[in-house]
Nanobody, 117 residues
Framework: QVQLVESGGGLVQAGGSLRVSCAAS????????MGWFRQAPGKQRELVAS?????????ADSVKGRFVVSRTNAKNTVTVNLQMNSLTPEDTAVYYC?????????WGQGTQVTVSS
């Protein structure tokens, strides 16, 4: 089994910063990639940023230059972090952690990020 625990998020004013993290534990021996998706009301879920096992990163065009994704390894736990800077109201959404293990996706419960104007 795989456990994903998300933390961070919250409310911030436009121009501010927030950080969300997702700790993966359990059967995580073959993580291929980790990342974050988001879903705003009335919109489809979209990829925000991802990082592969070899450290390659990918970002949505709308967040390039503002968001940073990183991964940290600890005993029995791998954490993916998303540092979000220069936030705008358009970044408001529920952010979901995603972990790809041997081609199977696992999702976190989601954490709300709200950016006020």
């Amino acid at each position: 089994q795989v456990q994903l625990v998300e933390s961070g998020g919250g409310l911030v004013q436009a121009g501010g910063s927030l950080r969300v993290s997702c700790a993966a534990s359990g059967s995580i021996f073959s993580i291929l990639a980790m990342g974050w998706f988001r879903q705003a009301p009335g919109k489809q879920r979209e990829l925000v940023a991802s990082i592969t096992r070899d450290g390659s990163t990918n970002f949505a065009d709308s967040v390039k230059g503002r968001f940073v994704v990183s991964r940290t390894n600890a005993k029995n736990t791998v954490t993916v972090n998303l540092q979000m800077n220069s936030l705008t109201p358009e970044d408001t959404a529920v952010y979901y952690c995603n972990v790809d293990i041997d081609g199977r996706p696992y999702w976190g419960q989601g954490t709300q990020v709200t950016v006020s104007s």
